[in-house]
């Protein structure tokens, strides 16, 4: 939906991107947040959360030490006594925000990272992982997605809330129960956005979805275009973007 020819290159071409320092943040947020409901419920604090920081950071200076590398780029090696501490920095206001969110020791999730996948009645395959699952002592469940970004202003919240409805829509298909209530928790500004999905609109996106399979089907056979706006500044792919000088490469033959 930003833009079709991100998508191929993404997608289907697969092509190297290099991820950002902000994407690597988030990454380590998540994982700190999922390993911190393996902890009794009295454990689950902020003091935790933080020496749990330290742990995957520690990790992933041994297991992906290109992502660690960027992480530290523009720490200044000479000036900073603890480059740990410096990477760690900008990391702790994201968690200080999650808990001023909610308190993780009154919360027990059903479950965490949780893969889900459906085959709608066209036959078309639908997958994605959802942040968190709570299901109520009465059964009501509640999916929960982690945002370590600002959220959205005013008008700006229809693609966050596609992405829940999707998967609400995931959900519904499999265990069939129309979620409850949908929560976004954004730490960088400590906002929360709530969200009760009806049967409509769970059809609704799921006609989307169809005709965004469509869409990608047409381009398949016509081209995907690229279309520019404020994010292209923030693009792996200005090199192989027309809009930029670039040059696509040739479409990898597709299955049949």
Known sequence: MTCPLLYRLRVIDKLPERPSAAALRGTLVHSVLEELFNAPAARRTADTATTLISEHWDRMRVEAPVDAEILAEGINLEETADIADAVIAPIRPLLEAYFTLEDPRRVEPHAREMGVSTELPSGLSLRGFIDRVDISPTGLVRL??????????????????????????????????????????????????????????????????MALSDAIARAAMHGFTATPSAL?????????????????????????
């Open 232 to 256: 292209c500044s923030w693009c792996s792919f200005q090199d192989a973007c027309p809009e930029f000088g670039g040059h696509t490469p040739p479409l990898p033959a597709l299955p049949e």
């Open 144 to 209: 929960v997605d982690y945002k370590t970004g600002r959220s959205p202003g005013a008008g700006f919240e229809a693609k966050a809330l596609f992405q829940m409805r999707f998967y609400a829509l995931l959900w519904w298909r499999t265990a069939d129960q129309i979620p409850a209530r949908l929560e976004l928790l954004y730490f960088g500004d400590g906002q929360r956005i709530s969200y009760e999905p009806t049967e409509d609109e769970l059809r609704a996106t799921e006609r989307k979805i």
